[in-house]
């Protein structure tokens, strides 16, 4: 018996820090799910049209803003990071600045994406218009990790 309730608390114990996506609209899929520990946000800025990207990581409880790239560079781009090799047609940075969490609007004119490795979630398809999108990292307990779905094996064309 003893073994039981030590095993249940251990699937009930916070052990593990996850990146959180939570969406602020009630009849979507993407209300609440997973992003995996480093990813990337994508979009197009408003006035010069070009895309930004935001590489982030997640470090024990906090989320560290390490490069960027850009593909031109104007007013309100940060100029103090350390130049880098960036992917073709952008500038790289490297930033390393810590946020607790990170909170986008996403339309389609920004056109917001996140992007793994692998795979692409195209925000701006699948949430409505305007919406906000909250991300930041939870302690959650084993069953809650496997039990949050991922936000990348639910994007919907």
Not at 73 to 94: D, H, N, R, W
Not at 103 to 125: A, R
């Amino acid at each position: 018996m003893a073994m039981v309730i030590l095993c249940l608390m251990g699937i009930f114990t916070p052990t593990n820090n996850a990146v959180i996506l939570t969406a602020d609209t009630h009849h979507h899929t993407l209300a609440r799910c997973r992003l995996p520990d480093g990813f990337i946000l994508k979009w197009r800025h408003s006035v010069e049209k070009q895309y930004w990207q935001e590489v982030y990581e997640l470090d024990k409880d906090i989320l560290v803003l390490t490069k960027t790239y850009i593909q031109t560079f104007g007013a309100g781009v940060p100029s103090t990071g350390k130049t880098i090799s960036a992917p073709e047609g952008y500038v790289g940075q490297l930033i390393n600045q810590s946020t607790p969490q990170i909170s986008w609007i996403v339309s389609t004119n920004m056109q917001g994406e996140i992007l793994s490795d692998t795979q692409t979630l195209s925000l701006y398809k699948i949430v409505p218009e305007y919406s906000q999108i909250h991300i930041s990292p939870e302690q959650v307990n084993f069953w809650q990790f496997y039990h949050i779905p991922s936000c990348l094996k639910q994007q919907r064309e």
